[in-house]
Protein backbone atom coordinates (compact mmCIF):
# COMPACT_ATOMS: atom_id res chain seq x y z
CA UNK A 1 0.00 0.00 0.00
CA UNK A 2 1.53 3.37 -1.45
CA UNK A 3 1.87 5.75 1.25
CA UNK A 4 3.28 8.47 -1.17
CA UNK A 5 1.48 12.01 -1.30
CA UNK A 6 2.04 14.20 -3.88
CA UNK A 7 2.72 18.06 -3.59
CA UNK A 8 2.75 20.28 -6.98
CA UNK A 9 3.50 24.12 -7.06
CA UNK A 10 2.68 25.79 -10.30
CA UNK A 11 4.65 29.83 -10.45
CA UNK A 12 2.62 32.01 -12.63
CA UNK A 13 5.86 34.38 -13.23
CA UNK A 14 7.13 34.76 -16.54
CA UNK A 15 10.78 35.56 -15.30
CA UNK A 16 13.78 34.04 -13.55
CA UNK A 17 14.97 34.74 -10.96
CA UNK A 18 11.37 35.09 -9.23
CA UNK A 19 9.87 36.90 -6.30
CA UNK A 20 6.53 34.41 -7.01
CA UNK A 21 8.40 31.54 -7.23
CA UNK A 22 10.74 31.82 -4.02
CA UNK A 23 7.33 32.03 -2.26
CA UNK A 24 5.58 29.30 -3.60
CA UNK A 25 9.18 27.13 -3.36
CA UNK A 26 8.82 28.13 0.58
CA UNK A 27 5.29 27.48 0.77
CA UNK A 28 5.79 24.10 -0.85
CA UNK A 29 8.72 23.36 1.53
CA UNK A 30 7.06 24.23 4.68
CA UNK A 31 4.13 21.63 3.45
CA UNK A 32 6.24 18.93 2.87
CA UNK A 33 7.99 19.17 6.01
CA UNK A 34 5.18 19.26 7.87
CA UNK A 35 3.46 15.73 5.67
CA UNK A 36 6.52 14.08 6.14
CA UNK A 37 6.08 13.47 10.10
CA UNK A 38 3.22 11.42 8.72
CA UNK A 39 3.29 9.69 5.13
CA UNK A 40 6.02 9.93 2.23
CA UNK A 41 6.16 12.79 0.19
CA UNK A 42 6.89 14.07 -3.51
CA UNK A 43 7.75 17.87 -4.15
CA UNK A 44 7.10 19.04 -7.84
CA UNK A 45 7.72 22.80 -9.11
CA UNK A 46 6.10 23.67 -12.19
CA UNK A 47 8.15 26.94 -13.29
CA UNK A 48 5.92 28.28 -16.22
CA UNK A 49 9.45 30.50 -16.67
CA UNK A 50 10.65 27.05 -18.14
CA UNK A 51 8.06 25.13 -19.63
CA UNK A 52 5.35 28.24 -20.61
CA UNK A 53 6.97 28.28 -24.19
CA UNK A 54 5.68 24.38 -24.53
CA UNK A 55 1.77 25.86 -24.00
CA UNK A 56 2.19 28.54 -27.05
CA UNK A 57 0.54 27.82 -29.85
CA UNK A 58 -1.51 25.18 -28.67
CA UNK A 59 -5.64 25.68 -29.00
CA UNK A 60 -6.83 21.76 -27.82
CA UNK A 61 -5.08 19.51 -25.35
CA UNK A 62 -3.94 17.09 -28.31
CA UNK A 63 -1.73 19.84 -29.37
CA UNK A 64 -0.14 20.10 -26.35
CA UNK A 65 4.10 18.93 -26.50
CA UNK A 66 5.11 15.98 -24.65
CA UNK A 67 6.39 18.44 -21.81
CA UNK A 68 3.14 20.45 -21.65
CA UNK A 69 1.26 17.47 -21.14
CA UNK A 70 3.67 15.96 -18.47
CA UNK A 71 3.23 18.79 -16.70
CA UNK A 72 -0.88 19.50 -16.71
CA UNK A 73 -1.17 15.45 -15.86
CA UNK A 74 1.04 16.20 -12.66
CA UNK A 75 -1.01 18.92 -12.05
CA UNK A 76 -4.09 16.65 -12.30
CA UNK A 77 -2.75 14.27 -9.91
CA UNK A 78 -1.88 16.08 -6.89
CA UNK A 79 -2.49 15.39 -3.96
CA UNK A 80 -2.05 18.64 -2.31
CA UNK A 81 -1.63 21.73 -5.02
CA UNK A 82 -0.34 24.81 -4.75
CA UNK A 83 -0.51 27.94 -7.08
CA UNK A 84 1.09 31.45 -7.29
CA UNK A 85 0.95 34.46 -9.86
CA UNK A 86 2.40 38.11 -9.63
CA UNK A 87 -0.22 40.33 -10.27
CA UNK A 88 -0.25 41.01 -14.01
CA UNK A 89 -3.18 43.73 -15.08
CA UNK A 90 -5.45 43.05 -11.80
CA UNK A 91 -5.26 39.35 -12.09
CA UNK A 92 -2.57 36.21 -12.54
CA UNK A 93 -0.74 36.22 -15.46
CA UNK A 94 -2.33 35.52 -18.87
CA UNK A 95 -0.18 32.17 -19.22
CA UNK A 96 -1.11 30.67 -15.33
CA UNK A 97 -5.05 31.02 -17.27
CA UNK A 98 -3.78 29.57 -20.63
CA UNK A 99 -2.38 26.65 -18.72
CA UNK A 100 -5.33 25.80 -16.29
CA UNK A 101 -7.29 26.19 -19.74
CA UNK A 102 -5.53 22.78 -20.39
CA UNK A 103 -6.57 21.16 -17.30
CA UNK A 104 -9.63 18.24 -17.11
CA UNK A 105 -13.05 20.25 -15.56
CA UNK A 106 -13.11 17.59 -13.25
CA UNK A 107 -9.82 16.39 -12.75
CA UNK A 108 -9.12 18.52 -9.55
CA UNK A 109 -12.78 18.00 -7.70
CA UNK A 110 -11.84 17.23 -4.14
CA UNK A 111 -8.09 18.84 -4.61
CA UNK A 112 -7.16 20.95 -1.47
CA UNK A 113 -5.35 24.03 -3.04
CA UNK A 114 -3.20 26.58 -1.51
CA UNK A 115 -3.58 30.19 -3.00
CA UNK A 116 -0.54 32.37 -3.32
CA UNK A 117 0.26 35.67 -5.13
CA UNK A 118 2.84 38.10 -5.07
CA UNK A 119 2.71 41.97 -5.95
CA UNK A 120 3.75 45.30 -5.82
CA UNK A 121 2.14 46.49 -2.96
CA UNK A 122 -0.83 44.94 -0.78
CA UNK A 123 -3.44 46.66 -2.84
CA UNK A 124 -3.31 43.40 -4.71
CA UNK A 125 -4.14 41.27 -2.31
CA UNK A 126 -7.74 40.89 -3.03
CA UNK A 127 -5.97 38.64 -5.90
CA UNK A 128 -6.32 35.55 -4.05
CA UNK A 129 -10.05 35.72 -3.61
CA UNK A 130 -11.23 37.80 -6.71
CA UNK A 131 -9.07 36.07 -9.04
CA UNK A 132 -8.08 32.68 -7.67
CA UNK A 133 -10.48 31.52 -5.78
CA UNK A 134 -13.63 31.81 -8.51
CA UNK A 135 -10.83 29.89 -10.93
CA UNK A 136 -10.55 26.85 -8.57
CA UNK A 137 -14.28 26.95 -7.39
CA UNK A 138 -15.24 26.29 -11.09
CA UNK A 139 -13.05 22.96 -11.11
CA UNK A 140 -14.69 22.19 -7.58
CA UNK A 141 -11.30 22.52 -5.71
CA UNK A 142 -10.97 22.85 -2.08
CA UNK A 143 -9.15 25.87 -1.49
CA UNK A 144 -7.57 26.30 1.66
CA UNK A 145 -8.84 28.74 4.47
CA UNK A 146 -5.92 31.18 4.18
CA UNK A 147 -4.19 31.97 1.15
CA UNK A 148 -0.73 33.78 1.24
CA UNK A 149 0.07 37.41 -0.39
CA UNK A 150 3.70 38.94 -0.23
CA UNK A 151 4.27 42.43 -1.71
CA UNK A 152 7.70 43.40 -2.91
CA UNK A 153 8.59 44.69 0.71
CA UNK A 154 8.52 41.20 1.51
CA UNK A 155 11.18 40.65 -0.13
CA UNK A 156 15.21 41.51 -0.10
CA UNK A 157 17.17 40.15 -3.48
CA UNK A 158 14.54 37.43 -4.25
CA UNK A 159 14.52 36.28 -0.50
CA UNK A 160 11.96 36.11 1.89
CA UNK A 161 13.12 39.09 4.25
CA UNK A 162 9.46 39.42 6.36
CA UNK A 163 8.83 37.76 9.68
CA UNK A 164 5.17 39.05 9.26
CA UNK A 165 4.82 36.82 5.78
CA UNK A 166 6.40 33.92 7.47
CA UNK A 167 4.28 33.93 10.21
CA UNK A 168 1.49 33.86 7.04
CA UNK A 169 3.27 30.86 5.08
CA UNK A 170 2.82 28.98 8.86
CA UNK A 171 -0.67 29.74 9.68
CA UNK A 172 -1.22 28.32 6.09
CA UNK A 173 0.08 25.40 6.10
CA UNK A 174 -1.17 24.58 9.97
CA UNK A 175 -4.69 25.59 8.89
CA UNK A 176 -3.95 23.47 5.22
CA UNK A 177 -2.95 20.04 6.70
CA UNK A 178 -5.86 18.85 8.58
CA UNK A 179 -7.69 19.91 4.99
CA UNK A 180 -5.04 18.14 3.37
CA UNK A 181 -5.06 15.07 5.49
CA UNK A 182 -9.08 14.95 4.94
CA UNK A 183 -8.68 14.50 1.36
CA UNK A 184 -5.62 11.81 1.16
CA UNK A 185 -6.23 9.16 -1.27
CA UNK A 186 -8.15 5.87 0.24
CA UNK A 187 -4.82 3.93 0.57
CA UNK A 188 -3.45 6.45 2.82
CA UNK A 189 -5.94 7.83 5.12
CA UNK A 190 -6.28 4.89 6.99
CA UNK A 191 -3.05 4.85 8.05
CA UNK A 192 -2.84 8.42 8.91
CA UNK A 193 -5.91 8.42 11.02
CA UNK A 194 -4.41 8.96 14.20
CA UNK A 195 -2.29 12.01 13.28
Do not use: N
Request: charged residues 20%.
Amino acid sequence: MSRTVSLVAVSGSLHSPSKTTVLVTEILDAFAAALSEHVEVETHLIELSEVGREFSGALRRDELSTTAEAAIRRIESATLLIVASPVYRASFTGLFKHVFDFVGQYSLIDTPVLLAATGGSDRHALIIDHQFRPLFSFFQAITLPIGVYASDADFVEYRIDSAALQERIAQAVTRGVPVVRGALPDAVSEYVSTW
